[in-house]
Nanobody, 116 residues
Framework: QVQLVESGGGLVQPGESLILSCTTS????????MSWYRQAPGKERELVAE????????NYADSMKDRFTISRDNVKNILYLRMKSLKPEDTAVYYC?????????WGQGTQVAVSS
C-alpha cells in the first residue's frame, strides 16, 4: 500500500536548523510531483515548497524561500526539506504530499516546534 512517512521533526531553538525526510513506498515516486505543507495550530494548511518529478524545478512560499530547501532522491524514494534559521512562527505539523494528475497522497505529518 501507499506510504509516506515523515520524520526529523522536533523541538529546536530559534535560529537552529532541521532536516525533514519523507520516506515513501507503494507508488512510483519518480512520476510524482512532491510537496511539503505545514499546518500551525488554529490555521489552515499551507504550501511550504514543491518540487517537480525530476527535481529540476522547485517553488517556495515567499516567507520560506530564503531559508528552506526542498530536494528529492528518486533512487531512494525520499523527499527532503532542509530548514535553517528557524523561527517560532515555523512551528507547525509538516506534511509531505505526492501528486500526479488526479492521484494524491498525504503523509501523517511530523511536528516541528521552535521555541527558546
Amino acid at each position: 500500500q501507499v506510504q509516506l512517512v515523515e520524520s526529523g521533526g522536533g523541538l529546536v531553538q530559534p535560529g537552529e536548523s532541521l532536516i525533514l525526510s519523507c520516506t515513501t513506498s507503494g507508488f512510483t515516486f519518480r512520476n510524482y510531483r512532491m510537496s511539503w505543507y505545514r499546518q500551525a495550530p488554529g490555521k489552515e494548511r499551507e504550501l511550504v515548497a514543491e518540487i517537480s518529478s525530476t527535481g529540476d524545478s522547485t517553488n517556495y512560499a515567499d516567507s520560506m524561500k530564503d531559508r528552506f530547501t526542498i530536494s528529492r532522491d528518486n533512487v531512494k524514494n525520499i523527499l527532503y526539506l532542509r530548514m535553517k534559521s528557524l523561527k517560532p512562527e515555523d512551528t507547525a505539523v509538516y506534511y509531505c504530499r505526492a501528486a500526479s494528475g488526479v492521484s494524491g497522497y498525504w503523509g501523517q505529518g511530523t511536528q516541528v516546534a521552535v521555541s527558546s
